[in-house]
């Protein structure tokens, strides 16, 4: 069954300008036609949904998700140490409210226990509703780092690989590397790197001899140039990353995936966290506030990723856009630039035949008010209706 979805804009994701009055049309999950105008030639029995004066965007992608996670259940060591089946019910949450905001890929950041390829396979199935799932496991830290017991532990050289080689055997689509302390746990230092630049130049190896691109929990320090050296794919967070430290993932084509959204949402009171961990927070919200602005003049390659918040993309772009950076290329950094990262340009990110057809429809013009983003009115994803 064939499916065309009218609308007075099209924002395509590839960059070129609104496509107006367009037809799209949808068959086998994938987009078979973009037409302009009355539409002639498209067939006669194809369902229509008609958004009238909504603008269509390719469906949103969370580059950086933490599906088991959830801010306002507080501390998150402890959510990690919660057993699987708590955590269980709250992935499901996290899926269901991704998908009813648009976001039709998530890039998994570390997930516990490969819980996320779990989860993968019943949104797969249709047993619950979600987006697509791009996996990594539980992602990989050293016995001392940040991160809990939700992490697989790889220590020295040989740790790593062995680890790496296990969450690819367990389903992992890419790899995620804690590389120095956090801001959302106690304990760890983000400008320390806790694994040695041989552990790190490892990892990234042994994960790239296998096609796995690798995402990395750095927020600044020597930890950075070791991952950006070695040809880390991404570096997660960053909020103490120097100019010269940016500068040089430019040269090597590193991405980063800030996650503003962790900074700067408006915490639920009471905030449970522990005092050293709402110090942390303050401190790198206060950098990032700083350190946006230059960075997104860098020209720096940014995709958009929200963390522990869930179906939040919309404020992630709206932070970009307020740090200095135009509506289109917001746009991008949560379509077009966040399939680049994830390796799947050639199957989603943009609205182009031959895609996977994710689909959204929002009230206004995002390019005017990127705000538009968060009224979501229509969701498709591989062409099946969701909103
Ligand atoms: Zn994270």
Redesign the pocket.
């Known amino acids: 069954m064939a499916t065309i979805v009218k609308a007075a804009a099209l924002i395509d994701g590839t960059g070129r300008e609104t496509v107006r009055d367009v037809s799209v049309l949808i068959a086998d999950g994938r987009f078979q036609r973009i037409v302009t105008g009355a539409g002639s030639g498209l067939p006669s029995d194809a369902e229509v949904i008609d958004v009238g004066a909504n603008t269509l965007l390719p469906g949103l992608i969370d580059a ?1 998700e ?1 599906l088991g ?1 959830r801010h306002e259940r507080g501390y998150e060591r402890g959510q990690m140490l919660d057993p699987e089946h708590e955590i269980a019910f709250r992935m499901a949450k996290s899926a269901r409210e991704n998908i009813e905001a648009g976001i039709t890929s998530v890039r998994i ?2 997930d516990k226990n490969h819980m996320d390829v779990v989860c993968k396979k019943y949104i797969d199935e249709g047993y619950i509703p979600g987006p697509r799932v791009y996996t990594a496991g539980a992602g990989i830290r050293p016995s001392h780092g940040h991160g809990a017991t939700a992490t697989t532990i790889g220590d020295g050289v040989d740790g790593v690989r062995r680890a790496i080689r296990e969450s690819v055997a367990k389903g992992s689509h890419h790899i995620k590397l804690f590389v120095t302390g956090g801001t ?1 746990t106690i304990g760890t230092d983000p400008l320390i790197s806790y694994f040695t630049r041989e552990e790190i130049a490892a990892g990234i190896e042994e994960a790239h001899n296998v096609g796995r691109r690798t995402m990395a ?1 750095i927020h600044g320090g020597p930890g950075a140039d070791y991952a950006i050296e070695a040809g880390l794919d991404s570096v ?2 960053g909020a103490y990353l120097t100019e010269a430290q940016v500068e040089k993932m430019i040269k090597h084509g590193t991405w980063l995936v800030p ?1 503003l959204t ?1 900074s700067f949402h408006e915490r639920p009171q009471p905030d449970h966290r522990p005092p050293e961990v709402i110090e942390k927070g303050r401190l790198a919200r206060a950098a990032r506030a700083e350190q946006m602005p230059w960075v997104i003049r860098s020209g720096l390659k940014i995709a958009a990723g929200c ?2 918040w869930h179906g939040e993309v919309a404020m992630e772009m709206e932070l970009f856009c307020e740090f200095g950076m135009t509506p289109m290329r917001a746009i991008q950094s949560a379509t077009r630039d966040a399939a680049d990262l994830l390796g799947e340009l050639h199957d989603i990110g943009t609205v182009e035949v031959g895609k996977r057809a994710d689909l959204i429809a929002v009230e206004g013009d995002p390019l005017a008010d990127i705000s538009a983003a968060r009224n979501v009115r229509l969701v498709l994803r591989d062409g099946i209706r969701f909103v």
């Open positions: 950086h933490h996670l950041a570390g959302g929990h997660e967070h996650t962790v963390d522990s």
